[in-house]
């Protein structure tokens, strides 16, 4: 289910398929709800669908994942602000690291072997996926004393 170039009918250039394009729109979807709702980037999501679903190389993933969340991030801020959410003390500092560590990080992907970025970004959600089940473990013992 690669990108095509060519429509359904196999016609002119249509840049997607269809089938491809509502793909992404689902795909889309999901992500900005869950990048709005838990404050997760939406790359953990993007990223692996473009490249296990559709057929994007990892490099190509992770550029088009990040050109879709500038949108995403910045509606889901405006939510933020209009409750109170947002700690503009902590989202600068963060946002100043934020955006020389995007330099930095833009400089070794677009450096690194597919494989290599592909084995590091698989490495990073199985430790986010520890780390999490980890805190929840954590977390429920010490609400429940008796486990």
Known sequence: MALRSTDDAGGGPAG???????LLIVVGLGAGLLAAALGIGGGVVFVPVLV?????????????????IAPTAAIATYAHVRYGRVDW???FPVGVGAV?????????ALAAEPLVLRRLFAALLV???????????RGSAATNPSR
């Open 16 to 22: 997607v398929r269809v089938t491809t394009a509502l």
């Open 89 to 91: 003390k902590a989202a």
């Open 52 to 68: 296990v679903v559709v057929g994007l190389e990892q490099a190509v993933a992770q550029g088009t994942s990040l050109a879709v």
């Open 127 to 137: 430790f986010l996926a520890v780390r999490l089940v980890i805190s929840q473990l």
């Open 100 to 108: 020389a560590g995007a330099v930095l990080g833009a400089r070794l």
